[in-house]
DNA sequence: TTAGTATATTAGATATTGCGAATATACTAA
DNA sequence: TTAGTATATTCGCAATATCTAATATACTAA
């Protein structure tokens, strides 16, 4: 109820409101991993990745350590995990509902980069 | 794992990556409430809080029903009640933590000001 | 030292978001 | 019809977010 309750969860939505951090979290769910390869496996720009870290770091959503010359991320609270399940689930439940919500959103996009 | 998911919980989070539509749909919690009675309890601006609505609407979070001059809302899956619980949890896990991002975020947001 | 590898940061262009003020729409009551 | 109430939409602007390209930093190996 706290303001600050709802502007520390605001925060990690934010965090997690971006597809390519989603899949970093994802791509960690059975723990920690080099940047590198989180790089490698999920196909990203390494600048691009580089800046995602940063974003989940700040957030706290992730850990690193530094170890010679490469850094490993691992998920904080596995808690984050139980959310994206459940956001499977959901997802799972409303598929068709999902699907057109996406549609509509890809149609926008195009209508706006045909103007 | 499909690209199409991730862009769906991403869009999700988005949804509910601000405090003002978290506490919409906290409010909702013990069921449907109409617009102004939201209004009237989270002390909003009555547009900002229809621009809240829409972006509810529109990643079909909430579903609005219409009854003569009001609208009720309510929230559509009782899953993200769940989701907003385990933030919860979460908050309650991490909050030394919690409170010095939050602290940094509004150090940093007066540096900005005050250049 | 120098060269190479892994990662982070900065800069700048573009897109998106959030807000308040004003206006529009839909409904109700008289 | 007109006036009033409830809600939604539009506009303009400031703030943020995202991307790519370029550069910087930290470490390792020779």
Redesign the pocket.
């Known amino acids: 109820m706290p303001d600050t309750l709802r502007q520390f969860k605001a925060n990690i939505f934010?965090a997690l409101?971006?597809?390519?951090?989603i899949a970093i979290v994802e791509v960690l769910r059975d723990g920690e991993l080099?940047?590198?390869?989180?790089?490698e496996r999920l196909g990203?720009?390494?600048?691009?990745?580089?800046?995602?870290?940063?974003?989940l770091?700040a957030k706290q959503i992730v850990s690193?350590r530094?170890?010679?010359?490469?850094?490993?991320?691992s998920v904080r609270d596995p808690l984050l995990i139980e959310v994206l399940d459940i956001m499977r689930r959901y997802f799972q439940a409303h598929v068709e509902e999902a699907m057109s919500v996406l549609q509509q959103i890809d149609l926008l996009?195009k209508d706006?980069?045909a103007k």
């Open positions: 934010q409101a971006h597809p390519t951090r080099p940047a590198g390869t989180i790089i990203l720009e390494q600048a691009n990745a580089s800046q995602h870290f940063s974003i770091r690193s530094k170890e010679g010359n490469q850094v490993f991320y996009d706006g980069a």
